[in-house]
């Protein structure tokens, strides 16, 4: 420890290494997976995008650099007494050269240090345990075809199904034209079950209507009509809904950064003291600053890194979502067993940089190298090396959620007025039942016609034994 207690400005004339004449600059960093991973058989050896990086750098500077942990294992926050913790407080006590490691950029730490050119950008994420797929979720397949209308449609459907049998079996009773008529409701009502059921089923030709009246007769009209338009509109809405089925949002409380900062159902924290903690209690939006003061508010729900912060989201059965950056969250809930979800912060972009010791050319020195990898590509191919997903588990479709939404709903004004939410309610197809009160309305108006003529009187003497035919046949009948 004592060449760390040298002041920076003489510590640099003294790191050159005599057998190559390369600058040896003293690098600090921190554990974070795929950044920087401790590899097995040395406490002094990494593996990882940083370290990856670092030494696509050497060649470039004609440098070396000697890569150490935190001593205290933090990233670096300014204490109340104005010292500093983690990297950063080694890059001010003069004791380390670099802090290579995902490192925000902050307004702060500017201030303390100087930073290279970024990097990397990343944004902010909120990791949710993902909702229960057992029990009625298990077996929500099964029953997707309700899905196309809403339950206020279903139920009014369901009454429709019982008033229809039952005015049915009321009309053929009391229509005075009616030849067929049983003397008791109940068997009338029994005989309206298969006509009204086969016509539902669209099967009316296995149980015909045979009767002669016609009150009953333009209730079946208007009851088959009402079915064809209500099978047209369900089998349609249903194809739009299968069509859109892989896209369908799951049911999670929480879709967005607004819809955290209104709940309060679900705790949710970040790493106590770290970039996103300063971001959000620092914070003008006033969503952001709703969020920032639940943070404050709320010290139990911080976490001291963001390993333990996964596993209290795990642990908490959907309780806890935790605030953490895009790219390592996306890297932590790609990986078996899938047990988490993401939704990301929708403006909200953070860059990574190199730190370096204040007023020293260091990081000048690293501009040029990180923009020249840049460039060339290089920084692009440990991206894809080290930063993308395995693809073992989703985790595109929850982050770009809002751009779902907002496309969708795109999709859905340019469909037509029927289908611009996902269940079609009364008020889109309540037309619809609409005519099927008119075909009622009509029928019943038929019977009262009938029952209130002479031919009342007349079906009555011949249900008394009185002939069947009607008075002008009797009449040619006798004459005969």
């Not at 190559?20 to 960093?29: A, L, M, N, P």
């Not at 500093?84 to 050269?97: M, S």
């Not at 229960?132 to 369901?158: C, D, M, Q, S, Y």
């Not at 709320?298 to 390993?307: A, F, L, V, Y």
Request: hydrophobic share 40%; glycine share 8%.
């Amino acid at each position: 420890m004592g060449i760390y207690a040298v002041p920076s400005v003489f510590f640099l004339l003294l790191q050159v290494s005599l057998s190559s004449g390369q600058t040896v600059y003293k690098v600090t960093t921190i554990l974070e997976e795929p950044f920087v991973i401790q590899k097995q058989g040395g406490s002094a050896q990494f593996d990882g995008f940083i370290p990856d990086l670092l030494k696509k750098i050497e060649p470039l500077l004609n440098v070396t650099f000697d890569m150490k942990h935190v001593a205290d294992f933090k990233y670096g926050s300014k204490r109340q007494d104005g010292n500093w913790t983690g990297l950063i407080g080694e890059l001010v006590k003069g004791t380390a050269d670099i802090a290579a490691a995902s490192l925000t950029v902050t307004a702060e730490r500017a201030k303390a240090i100087d930073l290279s050119h970024p990097f990397m950008e990343s944004g902010l994420s909120i990791v949710l345990k993902r909702p229960n797929t057992r029990g009625w979720h298990a077996l929500k397949g099964f029953v997707t075809f309700l899905e196309p209308f809403a339950p206020g449609v279903w139920i009014t459907l369901l009454v429709a199904c019982l008033i229809v049998p039952v005015l049915y079996g009321v009309v053929i009773h009391f229509d005075p034209m009616e030849d067929e008529a049983d003397p008791s409701m109940l068997r009338n009502i029994a005989r309206a079950v298969p006509v009204i059921f086969y016509r539902f089923c669209l099967q009316g030709s296995l149980a015909p209507a045979n009767t002669t009246s016609r009150a009953s007769r333009v209730l079946i009209a208007f009851w088959s009509l009402f079915l064809v338009i209500l099978y047209v509109t369900w089998a349609t809405s249903y194809a739009v809904y299968m069509l859109r089925g892989e896209r369908q949002t799951p049911s999670n409380p929480i879709h967005s950064f607004e819809g955290l900062a209104s709940q309060s159902g679900i705790k949710f924290g970040t790493v106590n003291g770290g970039a996103t903690y300063r971001y959000f209690t620092e914070a003008k939006d006033e969503v952001d600053k709703k969020i920032g003061k639940h943070l404050k508010d709320n010290p139990d729900q911080m976490t001291s890194s963001s390993e333990d912060g996964i596993k209290r989201v795990r642990d908490s059965g959907g309780g806890y979502a935790f605030i953490m950056e895009e790219i390592p969250a996306r890297l932590t809930v790609g990986k078996l067993p899938c047990d988490l979800m993401l939704v990301h912060h929708s403006s909200i972009r953070k860059t990574y940089s190199f730190g370096c010791t204040a007023n020293t050319t260091i990081c000048r020195n690293l501009d040029v190298a990180i923009i020249q990898l840049k460039t060339d590509g290089e920084i692009q191919e440990l991206i894809d090396k080290w930063l993308k997903p395995t693809g073992d588990c989703d985790t595109d479709f929850y982050d770009d959620y809002l751009a779902y939404m907002k496309s969708f709903n795109m999709e859905k004004d340019a469909s037509g007025f029927l289908f611009q939410s996902d269940a079609l309610t009364m008020e889109k197809v309540g037309s619809m039942f609409i005519l099927l009160a008119v075909g009622i309305a009509v029928s019943i108006a038929l019977l009262v016609f009938d029952v209130c003529t002479e031919r009342r009187v007349q079906k009555t003497v011949n249900r008394r034994g009185g002939t069947d035919k009607q008075p002008f046949e009797a009449i040619t009948d006798d004459m005969q």
